[in-house]
């Protein structure tokens, strides 16, 4: 017990010690657990960065991906000894097993499907985690999104960054609620039935509306911009581009239309897209992305309809439009940043993060 805490405490002053006296050249070493949506996404997202490094990623299974990291110049490693076998008989070479990453890494990106139960693991090896939206809050009792609470995760040795839909909620709420005060939020989420790979997820041919109301989604914008008044429903759809948020917000003042759009314009992580422009649907949005050339044609800003935001009084009206897959990314670089003691000022860090991604 004692040697577990003293691994772990020491690791923590190691990471900062060692940022105070090298400075730019010490690089966070991070691990991958999971190498999928999510995973091939952060893994990409770090390599970019000149502050933290891909130490090694981790799968279970020899798939198509698997075989992609490996091409992709990343030190692979089986979830366990009982898949090295599995790896070998299909030529991917194997650096070990999750356990032996883990000694060697600062912290691990849990890219895994919700409840894949490594905690236990982490806490043993004595190294830093951050989850992803599908886990619960309570798994860390902290989570994460850069504009709302950067600073709660300043050393911190887990934490959970927020999921696609709640990310999407807080870069357009943070701002409004920082300028002028939210009185109450009523958010509809129309959601994509399954990501564009995933052929076994559905509806396929229907409009599946969620029956517990209201939908986790508000209290999870909860979990990162405390006190705020948010009520959500969500409805499933039988589309994979993007989830679409229809947005109610009363205001603490009455503020033009135009004001509004000046500090999204101004915010970063935000684009406007227009219907006059022809960009209708979530289509054309993503359409547009892929014609910008970024790799996977992710798009992680969030999607604003300039012309469909409306000020009535103190009631903002607006839609938004979520790309699911990659909008969390820049929050994960961020949150390392954050944890490992590398950066302090959220802005440095968020603007540090959108020069190497290059985001709006
Ligand atoms: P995914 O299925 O695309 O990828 C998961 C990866 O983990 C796969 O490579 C799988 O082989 C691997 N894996 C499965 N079980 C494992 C285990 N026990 N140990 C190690 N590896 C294992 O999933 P995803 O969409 O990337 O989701 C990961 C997390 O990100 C979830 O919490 C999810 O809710 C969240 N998230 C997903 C999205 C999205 O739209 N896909 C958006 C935001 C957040």
Redesign the pocket.
Known sequence: MYRKHFIYDSRKVYIGVNRFLHGVNMTVKVAI???????KRVADAVTAQDDMEIVGV????PTF?AKDAVRNGFKFYA?GDEFIGAFDAEGIKTEGTLNDLLDIADIVMD????K?GYMDLYKQKGVKGIW????KHELTGLSFNSFSNYEDAIGADFARVV??NTTGLCRTLWPLDNKWGIDNVLGVMIRRGA?PWDSKKGPINAIEPVLKVPSHHGPDVMTVMKGLNIQTTAVAVPSTLMHLHSVIVKLKQNIPTEDVIDLWDKTSRIIFVEGKEGIKSTAQIMEQAKDSGRKRGDLFEIAVWKDGVHVVGDTLYYYQAIH??SD?IPENIDCIRAMCNVETDKWVSIEKTNKALNVR
């Open positions: 657990n999971g190498y999928g949506t999510i995973g981790v799968k279970r299974r991906e979830a890219c895994t499907p919700k894949a992803q939206g599908g886990e999921s696609c990501d699911q897959e969390v």
